[in-house]
């Protein structure tokens, strides 16, 4: 069956530092991969999309790479805040009509 | 962007009862989603809704514990019926937007007794 993997445990990292969440997937092939943030009580926000032919994309300060043969996504986030802590999802889509399986998320927590 | 409020935030409700969650959103669209996220778990698809159409549910749901209403493009109800402790949980919907990111609305937490 699809599996999404994200980093389990939360992730620290120090105010200024990149911080780069993985998220891999095994048993499909998503033509689109996409990235949200979570705050506790809120729901999910729209973050970037990536497609399969398409190796990395940026916004601000954020930045995916999207590797197929790998089966794999990173996530950074440069210069990162303490306004950065949240979780972050990340939800491969088969096709652009497909439903988004999200994953479990990664709680990120970033340290002034 | 769409802008989608739920209605209740959150409810305490008692073993057997059911609860009905409204999501409103702010301009027409035509598919509107339904999730369940449990406590440190993500998201899961319960429903697809069109307007003028039965849902569409996912494995593991059916219509009579979770029927869903699309009686226009704005607006959606999920009821929670004959709830059960395991149906505590956050309940959200979203809308899409044109085939690629979704937008949320900020979920109904519900607890069971």
């Known amino acids: 069956s699809q599996k999404i993997e994200q980093n389990s445990e939360a992730l620290n990292i120090q105010e200024g530092k990149t911080a780069t969440l993985t998220c891999n997937y095994t048993?499909?092939?998503?033509?689109?991969l996409q990235w949200y943030r979570q705050d506790p009580g809120r729901g999910p926000v729209f973050l970037l999309l990536i497609r399969e032919n398409e190796k990395e994309k940026r916004k601000e300060r954020l930045k995916v790479t999207f590797d197929t043969t790998l089966k794999q996504s990173l996530f950074h986030i440069t210069a990162s805040q303490p306004a950065d802590s949240a979780t972050y999802l990340c939800a491969p889509q088969m096709n652009r009509d497909d439903k988004i399986i999200f994953g479990k998320g990664t709680r990120l927590h970033i340290l002034p | 962007s769409a802008v989608i409020s739920q209605k209740p935030s959150r409810d305490i409700c008692q073993r057997g009862t059911s609860l009905t969650i409204q999501c409103q959103v702010d301009?027409?669209?035509?598919?509107m989603f339904w999730y369940r996220q449990q406590p440190g778990q993500s998201l899961t698809l319960i429903a697809t809704?069109?307007?003028?159409?039965?849902?569409?549910?996912e494995s593991g749901f059916v219509i009579d514990k979770f029927p869903i209403s699309r009686p226009n493009l704005t607006f959606s109800t999920l009821t929670v019926s004959n709830m059960s402790p395991e149906d505590s949980s956050i309940y959200l919907c979203?809308?899409?937007?044109?085939?690629?990111?979704?937008?949320f609305g900020p979920g109904t937490r519900l607890t069971v007794t």
């Open positions: 979203s809308v899409e937007n044109r085939g690629d990111e979704q937008y």
């Open positions: 301009s027409q669209v035509t598919m």
């Open positions: 048993n499909y092939s998503p033509a689109y």
């Open positions: 809704a069109n307007q003028g159409s039965e849902a569409t549910y």
